[in-house]
């Protein structure tokens, strides 16, 4: 009896091997240090409206087995993508693309795309395939600069064109996280200086747009995973805890190297789940 579990064990973990690449690859713990699985994350997400994936932008492994876990909840989940990669006046673009409206080319071509957008794009051209919406949260960059050097002063010399890819400024101010501003302040180490309170407040400009696109699909009762950088929604904070004052629940996962897990302080609060990659 004992022979044949063993065997039964063994073709477990290799079925497991090849049909998860990245299997051997990545570490997936609850923050009591426990062993998790897509499974638990997976059903976490069914509880919540959120599922949002912190990620290292250069973290090559990150990126693929981010690609593997949207396949794989694709299958029992209904959801929507919304992307900080991606700027909200660039979602005509996008929507045109994804209906096959012009080719690759063309998209790129008209598009503000990251210098790593490959790590991105599998991503991308599943969703597409399988019609899954995809959404551009991040304002564009241009604007987000303009407050960052000039300060929030500068908001309504915007033309009122632009209003429709910013978020609101009221609710910008409105979620403002003390604890946040302390902790973004501490990673720029640096004192107290205008321009850095320039720089924080356009922070809460990216992190305000990206909560709105996200909520507003959430209140047509459409599920959402949202990929962002790490330090917009660690700790429950930056876009996790605007959308929690919205009372929207949230499931978040904290992807990162391994090599930074010594720098990483107090990682048993970092996020619901925790990726620690190879």
């Known amino acids: 009896m004992k022979t044949w579990k063993l065997f039964f064990e063994i073709h477990k973990y290799l079925f497991m091997l090849f049909a998860f690449p990245l299997f051997s690859q990545v570490q997936i713990l609850k923050p009591d240090g426990t062993n998790a699985s897509i499974k638990d994350i997976e059903f976490s997400f069914q509880e ?9 932008h250069n973290d090559k492994v990150g990126h693929e087995w981010k690609f593997e876990l949207i396949q794989t909840l694709s299958r029992n989940v209904d959801f929507a993508i919304s992307m900080e990669m991606l700027e909200r006046d660039q979602q005509i673009i996008i929507n045109e693309y994804m209906n096959g409206l012009y080719d690759e080319n063309m998209f790129q071509e008209n598009m503000r795309l990251w210098n790593n957008w490959k790590d991105y794009k599998p991503i991308f051209e599943f969703a597409k395939e399988k019609k899954i919406k995809v959404y551009a949260a991040n304002p564009p960059r241009r604007y ?14 915007f033309s009122g064109l632009s209003y429709l890819y910013l978020p609101n400024l009221e ?23 205008q321009n850095l309170e320039n720089f924080l407040f356009a922070q809460h400009i990216w992190d305000e747009s990206m909560a709105e696109i996200i909520a507003r699909e959430v209140r047509k009762s459409q599920k959402m995973i949202h990929i962002n950088g790490r330090f917009h929604s660690d700790y429950f904070m930056g876009v996790t805890y605007r959308l929690k004052a919205r009372e929207i629940g949230v499931t978040t996962i904290s992807i990162f190297p391994e090599s930074q897990l010594a720098n990483t302080k107090d990682w048993s609060k970092l996020a619901n789940f925790i990726v620690i990659t190879k």
Do not use: C, Q
């Open 48 to 56: 919540t409206s959120v599922l949002i994936l912190g990620e290292e």
């Open 144 to 157: 987000v600069r303009a407050v960052s050097r000039k300060g929030i002063e500068i908001w309504n010399e």
């Open 171 to 193: 609710l910008v101010k409105k979620y403002r996280d003390p604890v946040y501003e302390t902790k973004f302040l501490e990673a720029m180490g640096r004192t107290h200086s």
